[in-house]
Nanobody, 114 residues
Framework: QVQLMESGGGLVQPGGSLSVSCTASGNIGSINVMAWYRQAPGKQRELVAA???????NYADSVKGRFTLSRDNAENTVYLQMNSLKPEDTAVYYC????????WGQGTQVTVSS
């Protein structure tokens, strides 16, 4: 089993910055990829960014150049730095860990509004 603990999120004005983090515990050796997804009201959950165990990252086109995903292997934590936030970035952000099974955090709200 893998447990995911998310932190960060909140309310920010358009153009502002925010970060979220996700710390994994448990059978972390089984994890190959960690990622952030988001789900806005009335929409499907979508991939925001992912990072593989080797460090390769992948971003949704909508966040490229604005979001940065990084990983601290010693702390088993991934960080999503979100800059130049837009109202359409408003969503519940979920951390996911993927290996033989997939695991999800409980989600953290990010609201971009003036």
């Amino acid at each position: 089993q893998v447990q995911l603990m998310e932190s960060g999120g909140g309310l920010v004005q358009p153009g502002g910055s925010l970060s979220v983090s996700c710390t994994a515990s448990g059978n972390i050796g089984s994890i190959n990829v960690m990622a952030w997804y988001r789900q806005a009201p009335g929409k499907q959950r979508e991939l925001v960014a992912a990072i593989a165990s080797g460090g390769k990252t992948n971003y949704a086109d909508s966040v490229k150049g604005r979001f940065t995903l990084s990983r601290d292997n010693a702390e088993n934590t991934v960080y999503l730095q979100m800059n130049s936030l837009k109202p359409e970035d408003t969503a519940v952000y979920y951390c996911g860990a993927f290996g033989l099974r997939e695991y999800w955090g409980q989600g953290t709200q990010v609201t971009v509004s003036s």
